[in-house]
């Protein structure tokens, strides 16, 4: 009889251990370090920080339906909303001209979860819808060119073109760069929220493009970013298949005290840095170069895969990204989804080894524990 009791005692102790290591531990408390708060773990303590969830345009509704995981995930920092111009520029003849409904929608629910937002802000989309994301009423006015990977976009350093995205990130920051919410701001130079140039090798077939050329537009136009004084961080996005611009791209950055990183955060990058060959866009040797200086950001290349295939598993780029100094990391809402949600199908096996990467880079980078 004694010996039962001490059984019944003993799981009681094992229960209640159980029951207090989930309680305190880094997914159900408030022992995280902040991300919204200095942080002398990360190599810029002052500027922003953490994990966050890409929430692109494709995806808004699988974001609502199933954010409430994310929402209430503590290594959560906040979310990337993608804020597309035509979406909120009616045009120069509107009045209101901007409708801000739609950015504030996709907000509301991680302000109210006491999240961060950061923005990315789309001139032109990718795929053959690129020009949806212009204002029509300035589309029509802008010289333009044509090609089959993104069909219609702007000539991006004609003045018509420079003149009507200035103007709009001028009232952009005026809107949202005092936001308590706001971590920063990444405007796309090129295509999406990156600097590419779209239809680049249509361009250069007719004598238009050249690296000088675009070189020059990138710095105009990260020259007007600062000239609009935002209290917000910018950010501003390298070119993998361009080492040597973005060599200068992160010169510039640093000089202008402008954040950069790239979206293409995978397994290859990796296994060239630890053969000692070079990342796409040179990226490991400027984030080596310019750590502690500004803070770098990175993005996965696509959804990652447990076994380590395709863009590479997500516990090996999030090791591999805090070795090289980054201090904020974009990531998919597919694998936020699979490390957490228990109906997600990849959960039974990815979920150990995902959640502890996740809390052990959220340790170094911060998170939003409740």
Known sequence: MKKAWVCVFASVLMLLAVSWAQKSGPENSSNLPKCNEPLQSVPVPDAPHGLFVLLFPGQRRLAEQRQDVVLKNPLVCGAEVYVVWSEVDKGPGANPRYNWEIVEKQMSPWVKAGKMINFIVWAIGYGQASSRAIPAAILSKVPKTTCNAYGTVPIFWSKEFMSAYQEFMSAFVEKWGSNPSVGYIRFGLGAGGESYPACMFELMRHGEYSDDRWRKYLFDMMDYEKSLNSPKQIMVSLIGQKPEVSRDIAEHA???????????????????????????????????????????????????????????????????????????????????????DKDDPNFKSVHGDYQKALEDTARIVGGSPR
């Open 254 to 340: 640093v000089k202008l005290g402008f954040g950069f990183g790239i979206q293409s955060l995978n397994a290859d990058a990796m296994q060239k840095h630890r053969s000692g060959g070079t990342c796409n866009g040179d990226w490991c040797r400027l984030f080596e170069k310019y750590h502690g200086k500004v803070p770098l950001e990175l993005q996965t290349f696509a959804r990652t895969e447990a076994s380590g295939e395709g863009t590479g598993s997500l516990v090996d780029l999030l090791a591999f990204g805090v070795q090289m100094h980054a201090q904020i990391f974009e990531l998919y809402l597919q694998d936020w989804l699979a490390a957490s």
